[in-house]
């Protein structure tokens, strides 16, 4: 069973960075499909980032565009990087990693088109 684990969560000033990390404990012989996923409290959850099977492709929510980058350690997707950069209050919630062996050349918005989760790392950004 495909285990993902966040890391670097934490507190944050309005205007500064964090750098999330998600690391898959299984390496298969293709590559994962990753995406980013946040959840506030009271509300559903959102599409934060995702990087398709071939890395060939990023996509990012709307309210994260131009703030956010998503990148990869390696070509298997085994490791997933989060910068979060111009942090606003707004971006506080607990934010998950989660991961497909699906091959696609999309990358895939909705949280039913993964089959792994990790438990979550929370964020809070203070005004």
């Known amino acids: 069973q495909v285990q993902l684990v966040e890391s670097g969560g934490g507190l944050a000033q309005a205007g500064g960075s964090l750098r999330l990390s998600c690391a898959a404990s299984?390496?298969?012989?293709?590559?994962?499909?990753v995406g980013w996923f946040r959840q506030a409290p009271g509300k559903e959850r959102e599409f934060v980032s995702g990087?398709?099977?071939?890395?060939?492709?990023?996509?990012y929510g709307d309210s994260v565009k131009g703030r956010f980058t998503i990148s990869s350690a390696n070509t298997k997707n085994t490791v997933i990087y989060l910068q979060m950069n111009i942090l606003e209050p707004e971006d506080t919630a607990v934010y998950y990693c989660a991961a497909t062996l699906s091959q696609s050349r999309a990358v895939a918005r909705s949280d039913l088109s993964y089959d792994y989760w990790g438990p979550g790392t929370q964020v809070t950004v203070s005004s």
């Open positions: 990087i398709s099977s071939d890395g060939r492709r990023l996509a």
């Open positions: 299984e390496h298969p012989y293709s590559p994962y499909a």
